[in-house]
Protein backbone atom coordinates (compact mmCIF):
# COMPACT_ATOMS: atom_id res chain seq x y z
CA UNK A 1 0.00 0.00 0.00
CA UNK A 2 1.02 3.40 -0.44
CA UNK A 3 -0.78 6.15 0.50
CA UNK A 4 -2.40 8.63 -2.24
CA UNK A 5 -1.77 12.37 -1.67
CA UNK A 6 -4.94 13.36 -0.19
CA UNK A 7 -5.90 16.45 -1.64
CA UNK A 8 -6.86 17.20 1.99
CA UNK A 9 -3.23 18.28 2.90
CA UNK A 10 -2.64 19.52 -0.37
CA UNK A 11 -0.13 21.84 0.39
CA UNK A 12 1.92 18.87 1.66
CA UNK A 13 1.25 16.89 -1.25
CA UNK A 14 4.85 16.85 -2.38
CA UNK A 15 6.18 15.78 1.25
CA UNK A 16 4.44 12.35 1.90
CA UNK A 17 6.47 9.39 1.54
CA UNK A 18 6.46 8.23 -2.13
CA UNK A 19 5.28 11.28 -3.83
CA UNK A 20 7.58 13.84 -3.93
CA UNK A 21 7.56 13.32 -7.71
CA UNK A 22 4.50 15.62 -7.06
CA UNK A 23 6.75 18.52 -7.03
CA UNK A 24 7.38 21.34 -6.56
CA UNK A 25 5.53 24.20 -4.77
CA UNK A 26 6.75 27.75 -4.89
CA UNK A 27 7.85 27.03 -1.21
CA UNK A 28 10.29 29.36 -1.18
CA UNK A 29 7.14 31.94 -1.27
CA UNK A 30 5.57 30.39 1.55
CA UNK A 31 8.38 31.19 3.90
CA UNK A 32 11.82 32.18 3.37
CA UNK A 33 15.06 31.58 5.23
CA UNK A 34 18.41 33.33 5.44
CA UNK A 35 20.17 31.77 2.46
CA UNK A 36 22.83 34.56 2.29
CA UNK A 37 24.46 34.16 5.73
CA UNK A 38 27.88 34.02 5.83
CA UNK A 39 29.43 31.31 4.89
CA UNK A 40 31.18 29.17 8.11
CA UNK A 41 33.24 26.03 7.52
CA UNK A 42 31.61 22.79 8.54
CA UNK A 43 32.57 21.54 12.24
CA UNK A 44 30.78 18.27 12.43
CA UNK A 45 32.61 15.19 11.49
CA UNK A 46 30.33 11.85 10.55
CA UNK A 47 32.54 9.45 12.23
CA UNK A 48 30.32 6.98 13.35
CA UNK A 49 31.06 5.44 16.26
CA UNK A 50 34.75 5.97 16.83
CA UNK A 51 35.42 2.93 19.66
CA UNK A 52 38.11 1.02 19.35
CA UNK A 53 38.04 -2.76 19.35
CA UNK A 54 35.85 -5.20 17.34
CA UNK A 55 32.60 -3.85 14.58
CA UNK A 56 29.61 -5.08 17.15
CA UNK A 57 26.25 -5.76 15.67
CA UNK A 58 23.71 -3.35 15.38
CA UNK A 59 20.77 -5.93 16.88
CA UNK A 60 17.29 -6.46 16.09
CA UNK A 61 15.25 -5.27 18.76
CA UNK A 62 13.88 -7.99 20.01
CA UNK A 63 17.20 -9.25 20.37
CA UNK A 64 18.37 -6.42 21.94
CA UNK A 65 15.53 -6.38 24.38
CA UNK A 66 17.11 -9.99 25.58
CA UNK A 67 20.14 -8.63 26.94
CA UNK A 68 19.05 -6.43 30.35
CA UNK A 69 22.06 -4.27 30.95
CA UNK A 70 22.05 -3.01 27.23
CA UNK A 71 17.81 -2.83 26.92
CA UNK A 72 18.16 -0.76 30.50
CA UNK A 73 20.92 1.88 28.85
CA UNK A 74 19.28 1.31 25.64
CA UNK A 75 16.07 3.22 27.05
CA UNK A 76 18.42 5.32 29.02
CA UNK A 77 20.14 6.41 26.57
CA UNK A 78 17.21 7.38 24.11
CA UNK A 79 15.74 9.23 26.79
CA UNK A 80 18.90 11.12 27.40
CA UNK A 81 19.07 12.00 23.77
CA UNK A 82 15.24 13.24 23.88
CA UNK A 83 16.08 15.36 26.77
CA UNK A 84 19.19 17.36 24.92
CA UNK A 85 18.69 21.04 24.46
CA UNK A 86 17.03 21.34 21.34
CA UNK A 87 19.33 23.78 20.20
CA UNK A 88 22.21 21.12 20.30
CA UNK A 89 23.14 20.44 17.01
CA UNK A 90 23.92 16.60 18.24
CA UNK A 91 20.57 16.32 20.06
CA UNK A 92 17.01 14.88 19.15
CA UNK A 93 15.61 17.70 18.06
CA UNK A 94 18.58 19.14 15.96
CA UNK A 95 19.60 15.61 14.08
CA UNK A 96 15.95 14.91 13.62
CA UNK A 97 15.72 18.39 11.91
CA UNK A 98 17.73 17.57 9.56
CA UNK A 99 15.68 15.46 7.48
CA UNK A 100 12.95 18.23 7.51
CA UNK A 101 11.84 20.82 9.69
CA UNK A 102 12.93 22.99 11.12
CA UNK A 103 13.88 25.02 7.94
CA UNK A 104 17.26 26.30 9.07
CA UNK A 105 20.93 24.66 8.51
CA UNK A 106 22.89 22.13 10.61
CA UNK A 107 26.19 22.85 10.78
CA UNK A 108 26.21 25.95 8.81
CA UNK A 109 25.44 23.72 5.45
CA UNK A 110 23.40 26.64 3.62
CA UNK A 111 20.71 26.04 1.57
CA UNK A 112 20.87 26.11 -2.05
CA UNK A 113 19.43 29.42 -3.39
CA UNK A 114 18.61 27.29 -6.43
CA UNK A 115 16.53 24.37 -4.72
CA UNK A 116 12.96 26.62 -4.27
CA UNK A 117 13.39 26.82 -0.68
CA UNK A 118 13.35 23.10 -0.32
CA UNK A 119 12.66 22.01 3.14
CA UNK A 120 15.20 19.33 4.60
CA UNK A 121 18.57 17.59 3.41
CA UNK A 122 17.14 14.29 2.83
CA UNK A 123 17.15 13.10 -0.65
CA UNK A 124 14.22 10.86 -1.45
CA UNK A 125 13.15 9.61 -4.89
CA UNK A 126 16.70 9.44 -6.07
CA UNK A 127 20.23 7.05 -6.67
CA UNK A 128 21.18 8.48 -3.19
CA UNK A 129 18.72 7.27 -1.34
CA UNK A 130 20.20 4.53 0.41
CA UNK A 131 23.63 6.49 0.74
CA UNK A 132 22.33 9.66 2.01
CA UNK A 133 20.20 8.18 4.83
CA UNK A 134 23.32 5.43 5.33
CA UNK A 135 25.31 8.68 6.12
CA UNK A 136 22.38 10.08 8.79
CA UNK A 137 22.47 6.77 10.43
CA UNK A 138 25.83 7.04 11.39
CA UNK A 139 25.76 10.92 12.94
CA UNK A 140 22.06 9.86 14.88
CA UNK A 141 24.54 6.54 16.09
CA UNK A 142 27.50 8.73 17.24
CA UNK A 143 24.79 11.18 19.33
CA UNK A 144 23.68 8.26 20.27
CA UNK A 145 26.64 6.59 21.63
CA UNK A 146 27.70 10.15 23.03
CA UNK A 147 24.53 10.00 25.42
CA UNK A 148 25.07 6.48 26.41
CA UNK A 149 28.42 6.99 27.73
CA UNK A 150 26.80 10.49 28.92
CA UNK A 151 24.72 8.07 30.76
CA UNK A 152 27.02 5.29 32.25
CA UNK A 153 29.03 8.01 33.77
CA UNK A 154 25.75 9.55 36.11
CA UNK A 155 26.19 6.34 37.59
CA UNK A 156 28.18 6.23 41.07
CA UNK A 157 31.13 4.63 40.99
CA UNK A 158 30.89 0.75 41.90
CA UNK A 159 29.39 -2.33 40.43
CA UNK A 160 26.33 -1.33 38.51
CA UNK A 161 28.31 1.37 36.68
CA UNK A 162 30.76 -1.13 35.53
CA UNK A 163 28.19 -3.43 34.62
CA UNK A 164 26.72 -0.57 32.47
CA UNK A 165 29.98 0.26 31.23
CA UNK A 166 30.82 -3.25 29.68
CA UNK A 167 27.13 -3.15 28.41
CA UNK A 168 28.04 0.32 26.79
CA UNK A 169 31.37 -1.52 24.71
CA UNK A 170 29.21 -3.17 22.62
CA UNK A 171 25.38 -1.61 22.77
CA UNK A 172 24.54 0.17 18.83
CA UNK A 173 21.19 1.22 17.72
CA UNK A 174 19.38 -1.53 17.44
CA UNK A 175 16.89 -2.08 14.34
CA UNK A 176 13.60 -3.07 13.51
CA UNK A 177 13.28 -6.27 11.24
CA UNK A 178 9.50 -5.07 10.24
CA UNK A 179 9.78 -8.43 7.86
CA UNK A 180 10.26 -10.84 10.26
CA UNK A 181 6.94 -12.89 11.00
CA UNK A 182 6.38 -12.32 14.47
CA UNK A 183 6.47 -14.73 17.58
CA UNK A 184 3.33 -16.43 17.96
CA UNK A 185 0.85 -14.13 19.59
CA UNK A 186 2.44 -11.46 18.85
CA UNK A 187 2.09 -8.47 16.63
CA UNK A 188 5.13 -7.51 13.92
CA UNK A 189 5.03 -4.25 15.53
CA UNK A 190 7.66 -5.00 19.26
CA UNK A 191 5.37 -4.25 21.57
CA UNK A 192 8.57 -2.58 23.06
CA UNK A 193 7.87 0.25 20.07
CA UNK A 194 4.35 0.96 21.14
CA UNK A 195 3.50 0.17 25.00
CA UNK A 196 3.30 3.89 26.79
CA UNK A 197 4.84 3.57 29.73
CA UNK A 198 7.87 1.26 30.90
CA UNK A 199 8.95 -0.33 34.51
CA UNK A 200 11.27 -1.28 35.85
CA UNK A 201 13.69 0.92 34.61
CA UNK A 202 17.17 1.14 36.37
CA UNK A 203 18.27 4.65 37.07
CA UNK A 204 21.12 6.16 39.22
CA UNK A 205 18.34 7.36 41.57
CA UNK A 206 16.38 3.46 41.95
CA UNK A 207 14.08 2.15 39.98
CA UNK A 208 11.68 4.22 38.08
CA UNK A 209 8.31 2.74 36.96
CA UNK A 210 5.40 4.37 35.08
CA UNK A 211 8.29 6.44 32.41
CA UNK A 212 6.74 7.30 29.47
CA UNK A 213 8.90 4.83 26.63
CA UNK A 214 11.12 6.91 24.50
CA UNK A 215 10.95 4.63 21.62
CA UNK A 216 6.82 5.09 21.97
CA UNK A 217 7.08 9.13 20.87
CA UNK A 218 9.20 12.24 21.19
CA UNK A 219 7.91 15.10 23.30
CA UNK A 220 8.84 18.03 22.06
CA UNK A 221 10.31 20.59 24.63
CA UNK A 222 9.25 22.97 23.84
CA UNK A 223 7.31 22.64 20.68
CA UNK A 224 7.93 25.83 18.59
CA UNK A 225 5.07 25.73 16.39
CA UNK A 226 6.69 28.29 13.76
CA UNK A 227 9.33 25.64 13.19
CA UNK A 228 6.95 23.38 12.42
CA UNK A 229 5.71 25.31 9.52
CA UNK A 230 1.98 23.64 9.55
CA UNK A 231 -0.93 22.58 11.61
CA UNK A 232 -1.45 20.12 12.96
CA UNK A 233 2.19 19.14 13.25
CA UNK A 234 2.72 22.62 14.73
CA UNK A 235 0.44 22.37 17.37
CA UNK A 236 1.26 18.92 18.21
CA UNK A 237 3.34 18.70 21.58
CA UNK A 238 4.26 15.23 20.75
CA UNK A 239 4.62 12.34 17.85
CA UNK A 240 1.62 10.66 16.82
CA UNK A 241 1.55 7.41 15.21
CA UNK A 242 -1.61 6.18 13.55
CA UNK A 243 -3.65 9.80 15.36
CA UNK A 244 -7.49 9.16 15.60
CA UNK A 245 -7.49 12.66 14.41
CA UNK A 246 -5.35 15.26 11.81
CA UNK A 247 -6.42 18.25 13.10
CA UNK A 248 -7.03 18.44 16.72
CA UNK A 249 -4.71 18.89 19.48
CA UNK A 250 -6.49 16.29 21.31
CA UNK A 251 -5.70 14.25 18.98
CA UNK A 252 -4.46 10.49 20.36
CA UNK A 253 -2.16 7.35 18.28
CA UNK A 254 -3.93 3.82 18.11
CA UNK A 255 -1.40 1.77 18.43
CA UNK A 256 -3.75 -1.15 18.38
CA UNK A 257 -5.14 0.06 15.54
CA UNK A 258 -2.18 0.44 13.70
CA UNK A 259 -0.69 -3.24 15.04
CA UNK A 260 -3.53 -4.75 13.35
CA UNK A 261 -3.55 -2.79 9.95
CA UNK A 262 0.37 -3.63 9.97
CA UNK A 263 -0.20 -7.16 10.58
CA UNK A 264 -2.69 -7.66 8.21
CA UNK A 265 -0.40 -6.40 5.64
CA UNK A 266 2.56 -8.05 6.57
CA UNK A 267 2.77 -10.67 3.64
CA UNK A 268 2.96 -7.76 1.32
CA UNK A 269 5.46 -5.89 2.50
CA UNK A 270 7.28 -9.54 2.60
CA UNK A 271 6.50 -9.85 -0.80
CA UNK A 272 7.87 -6.63 -1.83
CA UNK A 273 11.11 -7.53 -0.07
CA UNK A 274 11.22 -10.59 -1.97
CA UNK A 275 11.01 -9.55 -5.41
CA UNK A 276 13.45 -6.70 -4.90
CA UNK A 277 16.31 -9.32 -3.84
CA UNK A 278 15.29 -11.99 -6.59
CA UNK A 279 14.41 -9.47 -9.60
CA UNK A 280 15.71 -5.68 -8.80
CA UNK A 281 19.61 -6.19 -10.10
CA UNK A 282 20.23 -2.90 -11.63
CA UNK A 283 20.75 -0.20 -8.36
CA UNK A 284 18.65 2.58 -10.94
CA UNK A 285 15.85 0.52 -9.85
CA UNK A 286 16.46 -1.14 -6.62
CA UNK A 287 17.64 2.48 -4.84
CA UNK A 288 14.78 4.63 -5.08
CA UNK A 289 10.80 5.03 -6.03
CA UNK A 290 11.10 7.25 -9.20
CA UNK A 291 12.30 4.77 -11.39
CA UNK A 292 9.33 4.29 -12.41
CA UNK A 293 10.23 2.34 -15.92
CA UNK A 294 11.73 -0.62 -13.61
CA UNK A 295 13.35 -3.18 -15.20
CA UNK A 296 11.02 -6.39 -15.90
CA UNK A 297 9.52 -8.06 -13.06
CA UNK A 298 11.42 -5.42 -10.53
CA UNK A 299 8.20 -3.89 -9.51
CA UNK A 300 9.22 -2.22 -5.78
CA UNK A 301 12.29 -0.82 -4.48
CA UNK A 302 14.23 -0.15 -1.57
CA UNK A 303 12.73 2.91 -1.50
CA UNK A 304 9.57 2.20 -2.42
CA UNK A 305 9.28 -0.17 0.77
CA UNK A 306 10.31 2.24 3.10
CA UNK A 307 7.30 4.52 1.91
CA UNK A 308 4.96 2.12 2.42
CA UNK A 309 6.51 1.44 6.11
CA UNK A 310 6.32 5.41 6.96
CA UNK A 311 2.63 5.59 5.70
CA UNK A 312 1.48 2.80 7.47
CA UNK A 313 2.70 4.20 10.80
CA UNK A 314 1.24 7.77 9.62
CA UNK A 315 -2.03 6.38 9.80
CA UNK A 316 -4.70 7.39 7.75
CA UNK A 317 -4.94 10.75 9.92
CA UNK A 318 -0.85 11.18 8.85
CA UNK A 319 1.05 11.18 12.23
CA UNK A 320 4.64 12.18 12.04
CA UNK A 321 5.86 9.76 10.64
CA UNK A 322 3.91 10.00 6.41
CA UNK A 323 5.80 13.33 5.81
CA UNK A 324 9.17 13.80 5.35
CA UNK A 325 9.21 17.11 7.01
CA UNK A 326 8.59 15.73 10.38
CA UNK A 327 8.85 12.16 10.45
CA UNK A 328 12.27 11.70 11.83
CA UNK A 329 11.13 13.11 15.54
CA UNK A 330 9.12 9.91 15.47
CA UNK A 331 11.97 7.36 17.51
CA UNK A 332 10.46 4.40 15.34
CA UNK A 333 12.28 6.54 12.20
CA UNK A 334 15.50 5.02 13.13
CA UNK A 335 14.55 1.73 14.01
CA UNK A 336 12.83 2.04 10.39
CA UNK A 337 15.99 3.11 9.06
CA UNK A 338 18.71 1.41 10.67
CA UNK B 1 20.62 -13.64 -6.60
CA UNK B 2 19.50 -17.43 -7.83
CA UNK B 3 22.50 -17.33 -9.46
CA UNK B 4 24.44 -15.96 -6.64
CA UNK B 5 22.69 -18.79 -4.10
CA UNK B 6 23.19 -21.37 -6.64
CA UNK B 7 19.72 -22.27 -6.63
CA UNK B 8 16.68 -21.87 -9.05
CA UNK B 9 14.07 -21.20 -6.10
CA UNK B 10 14.77 -19.03 -3.09
CA UNK B 11 12.11 -19.65 -0.86
CA UNK B 12 10.60 -16.52 1.18
CA UNK B 13 12.31 -17.79 4.21
CA UNK B 14 15.35 -17.79 3.47
CA UNK B 15 15.82 -14.39 2.33
CA UNK B 16 13.72 -12.71 4.85
CA UNK B 17 15.23 -13.10 7.77
CA UNK B 18 16.34 -9.60 7.92
CA UNK B 19 14.63 -6.49 6.82
CA UNK B 20 15.19 -3.29 7.46
CA UNK B 21 16.68 -0.52 5.41
CA UNK B 22 20.05 -0.37 6.00
CA UNK B 23 20.50 -3.75 6.14
CA UNK B 24 18.73 -4.23 2.93
CA UNK B 25 21.05 -1.94 1.33
CA UNK B 26 23.83 -3.79 2.12
CA UNK B 27 22.13 -7.25 1.76
CA UNK B 28 21.55 -6.08 -1.65
CA UNK B 29 25.11 -4.45 -2.60
CA UNK B 30 26.40 -8.15 -1.63
CA UNK B 31 24.06 -9.76 -4.24
CA UNK B 32 24.67 -7.26 -6.73
CA UNK B 33 28.25 -5.98 -5.99
CA UNK B 34 28.34 -4.86 -9.57
CA UNK B 35 25.39 -2.33 -9.42
CA UNK B 36 25.85 1.02 -7.57
CA UNK B 37 24.83 4.56 -7.79
CA UNK B 38 24.02 5.15 -11.37
CA UNK B 39 24.67 8.90 -12.36
CA UNK B 40 21.11 10.11 -12.59
CA UNK B 41 19.13 13.62 -12.59
CA UNK B 42 17.36 13.79 -9.17
CA UNK B 43 13.53 14.66 -8.68
CA UNK B 44 12.72 17.19 -6.71
CA UNK B 45 14.72 19.90 -4.65
CA UNK B 46 16.10 19.30 -1.33
CA UNK B 47 17.51 21.83 1.23
CA UNK B 48 20.98 21.74 -1.25
CA UNK B 49 19.82 20.15 -3.81
CA UNK B 50 18.60 21.51 -6.92
CA UNK B 51 15.83 19.60 -9.22
CA UNK B 52 17.51 18.38 -11.85
CA UNK B 53 20.80 18.05 -10.65
CA UNK B 54 22.70 14.69 -11.98
CA UNK B 55 24.27 12.88 -8.71
CA UNK B 56 26.32 10.09 -8.95
CA UNK B 57 28.95 7.91 -6.57
CA UNK B 58 30.88 10.99 -6.12
CA UNK B 59 28.71 13.61 -5.78
CA UNK B 60 29.23 15.19 -2.06
CA UNK B 61 26.26 14.54 0.58
CA UNK B 62 24.87 17.53 2.60
CA UNK B 63 24.57 18.09 5.14
CA UNK B 64 27.69 15.74 5.86
CA UNK B 65 30.25 18.06 4.63
CA UNK B 66 33.39 17.57 7.18
CA UNK B 67 34.74 14.77 5.71
CA UNK B 68 33.13 15.10 2.31
CA UNK B 69 30.57 12.08 2.45
CA UNK B 70 29.55 10.67 -0.59
CA UNK B 71 27.90 7.16 -1.99
CA UNK B 72 31.57 5.97 -2.51
CA UNK B 73 32.39 6.93 0.97
CA UNK B 74 29.06 5.48 1.99
CA UNK B 75 29.62 2.44 0.43
CA UNK B 76 32.88 1.16 2.87
CA UNK B 77 30.68 3.22 5.49
CA UNK B 78 28.90 -0.31 5.51
CA UNK B 79 32.07 -2.06 6.76
CA UNK B 80 32.41 -0.01 10.00
CA UNK B 81 28.40 0.63 10.47
CA UNK B 82 26.62 -2.52 9.20
CA UNK B 83 26.75 -5.43 10.78
CA UNK B 84 24.26 -8.33 10.47
CA UNK B 85 24.62 -11.36 12.98
CA UNK B 86 21.99 -13.52 11.75
CA UNK B 87 21.67 -15.95 8.87
CA UNK B 88 21.66 -16.98 6.13
CA UNK B 89 23.87 -13.61 5.18
CA UNK B 90 26.58 -13.85 8.52
CA UNK B 91 27.91 -10.78 9.64
CA UNK B 92 27.67 -7.85 7.20
CA UNK B 93 31.14 -7.15 6.86
CA UNK B 94 32.10 -10.21 5.50
CA UNK B 95 29.81 -9.50 2.58
CA UNK B 96 30.11 -6.32 2.03
CA UNK B 97 32.85 -4.83 -0.88
Known amino acids: MVRPCSSKHIFVLSLCFACSLALPWPLSKIYSKNINARATPATIAITGIAAEGPL ?100 PAGTLRDRYATAALALRIPYWDWAQIPPVGQSAIPASITTKYINGLVTPTGVQNNVINPLFRYTFHPLNGSDMLYNPWASWPITYRYPNSDNSVTAVSQPSLLTSVFDSNLRSIREGVYNMFMLCDDYAFFSNDAARSSSAGCYTSLEGIHDTIHNFIGGTNYGHMTWLWWAAFDPVFFLHHA | MREWLGVSYVPHQLIIFISNVDRLFAMWQAVYPDSYVNATAVNG ?35 RFITTPKAPFGPAQAFVT
Open chain 2, 45 to 79: NSYTTQSGTILDQYSRMTCFLLQRMSSANAKQLSL
Open chain 1, 56 to 155: RARLEIRTLQQNPDQWNLYLLAMQAFQAMNQSDPMGWYQVAGIHGVPNIPWDNVQANPNAGGAVGYCTHSSVVFPTWHRAYLALFEQAFYACVQKVVATF
